[in-house]
């Protein structure tokens, strides 16, 4: 069933039960439920005690290709049978996908009954910061931070690992427009350094530009931007790449943390 606006925000008490392993779906209630942002629907298996919460988005376009498919199972066998359930996913399509990793090999599994290839996209870990105070000073003297606007999306895009492609626009333009953002700008007023929020309230996509690297940007944006999200009473979290060990190492120095045993993985299913 599809959940409406009241019952958006009960969900989102109710998954506070289990956190930090709803934290994805929880910060996408937090969000959803305080900022207007492209549509998503939320289905859940049963209501009130659901096990399982899938949140949908709206394709708006054919090249939506990234706008994923988020969800939250405390149930294997329920997870299966929710996903089995032709009504639930749009299997015709391609869909990206972003939930646990152990679940992931339960929906690989519906999809290959239904003959539809994936591909694995990123398997992440979930790092997260429960106490702004904790952030370590940062040296912002001389730093120009602003917002990002409508005229950095192709920035963003080309810049993003994922990106390069008008599959991430309708997400990046998203992201740019609703969500909060920070970047720091260059005496002509270009950003060279950013970072964005997801829909599901992760901090993500940050990037400077390789010839301004090393001047601690990074951490600068990283420090702003939980600052501001914690201050707003939002969930504080990030997803890296297990590859990425420079991000890991950044993240990890200013005092995020994990549950070393938990990873979220992405998956693409279908062909674009
Ligand atoms: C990761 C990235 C954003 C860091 O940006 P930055 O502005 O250079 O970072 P900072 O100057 O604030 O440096 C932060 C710390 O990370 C370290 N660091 C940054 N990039 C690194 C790299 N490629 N390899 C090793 N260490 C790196 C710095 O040495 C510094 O640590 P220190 O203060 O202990 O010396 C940048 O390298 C980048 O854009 N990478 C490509 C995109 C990417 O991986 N984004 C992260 C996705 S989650």
Redesign the pocket.
């Known amino acids: 069933m599809e959940l409406t606006e009241d019952q958006l925000k009960v969900a989102e008490i109710e998954l506070q039960r289990y956190l930090p392993q709803s934290l994805k779906i929880y910060g996408f209630l937090v969000l959803r439920n305080r900022v207007k942002s492209d549509p998503y629907i939320v289905l859940v298996d049963r209501w009130p005690k659901f096990s399982v919460i899938i949140c949908k988005p709206q394709y708006e376009q054919k090249t939506d290709l990234f706008k994923d498919t988020m969800v939250f199972a405390n149930d294997d066998a329920i997870l299966m049978e929710t996903i089995r359930k032709a009504s639930v996913i749009d299997w015709s399509r391609y869909l990206c996908l972003g939930i646990s990793l152990p679940h992931m090999e339960i929906v690989k599994a519906g999809a290959s009954e239904r003959n539809v290839p994936s591909d694995k996209l990123a398997v992440c870990h979930m790092m997260t910061l429960d106490d702004a105070s904790k952030l370590p000073p940062v040296d912002c003297s001389g730093i120009c931070l602003n917002s990002l606007d409508e005229s950095h999306l192709d920035l963003v895009n080309q810049t993003w ?1 994922f990106g390069k492609n008008q599959g991430a626009a309708g997400m990046i333009r998203n992201m740019v427009l609703n969500f909060p953002s920070c970047c720091v700008l260059d005496a002509d007023g270009r950003p060279v ?1 950013w970072i964005l929020t997801y829909v599901s309230c992760a901090l ?5 530009l390789p010839e ?9 944006l990283i420090s702003s931007m939980a600052k501001r999200l914690s201050g707003q009473g939002y969930p504080v979290f ?1 997803f ?2 297990e590859e ?1 060990i ?2 890991y ?2 993240f990890k ?1 200013m005092s995020f943390s994990e549950d070393p045993s938990y990873r979220e993985a992405w998956y693409g299913f279908n062909d674009f």
Do not use: D, F, P, W
């Open positions: 690992k350094s993500g996509m940050l990037y400077t301004h690297r090393g001047k601690g940007y990074a951490k600068v990030c890296i790449e990425n420079a991000s190492q950044l120095s």
